[in-house]
């Protein structure tokens, strides 16, 4: 089996391991990018971000699940236009002629009554009175649903395959226990150190929102879900490792269908690209490859259920650095 040496620090890793990645939409501007589309989305606590390819100069919709007591603030107040609110619905006008200049932020915050899940019949007018389109924006919604427990294990993974296939950047792994869904992120490796992204697996905490997650010893199952069809498929790590307190497990490889984990390595160069961390990697034919982000003066390892009968050439030789195997 390949062997994937990995050199992290571990302050890095454990800040990685612990954060908490907030996917909710909090600024107008983060909405999506379009040359056609207008955009509005509501937040948890009632507020009413917009992106507009035109200015605006009044509005309505209703809002989904939730009655509204008042509407107030936001540009709509800063640009002179008068909001108003019946039931479920929102209406903004200016007696004035006044207008939000095209762009994004938040148009209006409101005061509500009830679960509101999103916004509907949107109707929003430039200033002839002709209606500009616009859309209700959902948010990313991840794949995987689960509570944040303050028990976790991190399971890394070097590849991640669908078939024959590295899954994509917009693909997700996910953890189970059980039938339980304990963990999940999206597979982007750019935004992983080292390029080795983790999936972190949730324990039992003792708290209602965790029971049925994770126990000492329990097996930790995958799946992957590829975005480009939204199907979801079971996925095999190269190495079953039981679930405990904090561990960080580090495995070569979580495949999902007909493909398999031992495509080789054949020269440092392919290696992750990073600005901090050092790679070592063992080949089938006993090369060790590299790749580092600094010169290297000396160097030493252990070669796992092997022993070592000697070493020689490669960059170490060429360098003048002498080699030693005991072992």
Known sequence: MNKLVTLFLFLFIFCQLFANNNRDITDGCDLPESETTSYLHLTSDGSVLYKSLYDISGFQFDVDGATVNSASGGD??????????????????????????????????????????????IIVSDAFGSQIYFEYY??????????????????????????????????????????????????DTSMCGGGVCEVIAMGDDGNDYSEGYCSIGDAVTFKIYDSSDGIYHDA????????????????????????????????????PDSDETGYLHLTSDGAVLYKSPEAIAGWQFNVEGSTVNSASGGDTQAAGLIINAMG
């Open 76 to 121: 709509m107040e800063a640009n002179g236009l008068i909001g108003n609110s019946l039931g479920s619905t929102v209406l903004a006008f200016s007696m004035a002629g006044g207008s939000i200049p095209a762009g994004c932020g938040t148009l209006v915050n409101l005061s509500l009554s009830g679960e509101a899940t999103g916004l509907s019949n």
């Open 236 to 271: 095999t790590p190269s190495e079953d490792i039981p679930w405990s307190v904090n561990a960080l497990n580090f495995i070569d490889c979580l495949i999902a269908g007909d493909g398999n984990c031992e495509t080789e390595l054949t020269d440092g160069c392919d290696l």
């Open 138 to 187: 959902e948010g990313e919604v991840d794949p995987f649903e689960f509570a944040q427990s303050s028990q976790q294990a991190a399971y890394f993974f070097t590849n991640v395959r669908i078939d024959d296939q590295s899954v994509e950047s917009d693909d997700w792994v996910g953890a189970f226990c059980g039938e339980n869904c304990v963990g999940g992120r999206q597979w």
